[in-house]
C-alpha cells in the first residue's frame, strides 16, 4: 500500500507540475504581449508628444509670421493711399499749370507776364521733382509688394507644415471601431 501510495503520490506530483508548468508558460505568453503592448503604447505617446510639441511651435511661429504679414499689409496699403493723394495733387498741379499758362498768353503788361512765365517754369520744376519722387515711390512700392507677397509665402509654407504635422498626428492616433 505504501508503495500504491507513493506512486500515486508521484503521479499527482507530475500533473501537478505539468498543469502549473503550462499555466507559466501561458502566463509568460500573456506579460510578453502585456509588454510588448506597452512599449508600443509609450512609443506611440513619445511620437505623440513629439508630434505636439512641434506643432505647438509651428503655431507660434505661424502667429508671429501672421503678424509680419499684417504688419507689411498695414504698410503696403497705407503706402499706396500716399500714392493715390500723390498722384491727385499731381493731377491738381498738372490742370493749375496748364491754367496759368493760359493765363500767361494773355498777359499783356510785360513784368506781369514775365512774373507769371517764371511761376509757371517753377511749378513745371516742381511737376518735375514731383515726378522723380513719384518713380522713386512706385520702386518703393514694388518693393513692398514684393516683401508682402514673400511674407505670405512664408506664412502659406508655415501652415503647410501645420497641416502635415497634423496629419501624422492623425495618423498616429489610434483607430476608431
Given at each position: 500500500?505504501?508503495?500504491?501510495?507513493?506512486?500515486?503520490?508521484?503521479?499527482?506530483?507530475?500533473?501537478?507540475?505539468?498543469?502549473?508548468?503550462?499555466?507559466?508558460?501561458?502566463?509568460?505568453?500573456?506579460?510578453?504581449?502585456?509588454?510588448?503592448?506597452?512599449?508600443?503604447?509609450?512609443?506611440?505617446?513619445?511620437?505623440?508628444?513629439?508630434?505636439?510639441?512641434?506643432?505647438?511651435?509651428?503655431?507660434?511661429?505661424?502667429?508671429?509670421?501672421?503678424?509680419?504679414?499684417d504688419r507689411v499689409s498695414r504698410q503696403l496699403e497705407e503706402f499706396r493711399d500716399q500714392m493715390t493723394k500723390s498722384q491727385a495733387e499731381d493731377v491738381r498741379m498738372a490742370a493749375q499749370v496748364k491754367e496759368a499758362e493760359s493765363r500767361v498768353s494773355q498777359e499783356q503788361d510785360p513784368s506781369r507776364r514775365k512774373l507769371m512765365e517764371e511761376a509757371v517754369q517753377g511749378a513745371k520744376a516742381l511737376m518735375e521733382q514731383q515726378g522723380i519722387h513719384d518713380a522713386q515711390q512706385r520702386t518703393r512700392e514694388a518693393d513692398l509688394a514684393s516683401r508682402f507677397q514673400n511674407e505670405q509665402a512664408r506664412l502659406n509654407e508655415l501652415n503647410e507644415r501645420l497641416n502635415s504635422l497634423e496629419r501624422t498626428l492623425a495618423a498616429l492616433a489610434p483607430k476608431q471601431p
Open positions: 500500500m505504501s508503495r500504491r501510495r507513493a506512486v500515486c503520490l508521484i503521479a499527482f506530483v507530475c500533473v501537478w507540475s505539468t498543469s502549473t508548468l503550462a499555466q507559466t508558460g501561458a502566463d509568460n505568453a500573456s506579460i510578453g504581449a502585456l509588454l510588448s503592448e506597452v512599449r508600443q503604447l509609450r512609443l506611440a505617446v513619445e511620437r505623440a508628444t513629439s508630434v505636439g510639441r512641434r506643432m505647438q511651435i509651428a503655431l507660434q511661429r505661424i502667429q508671429i509670421q501672421q503678424e509680419h504679414v
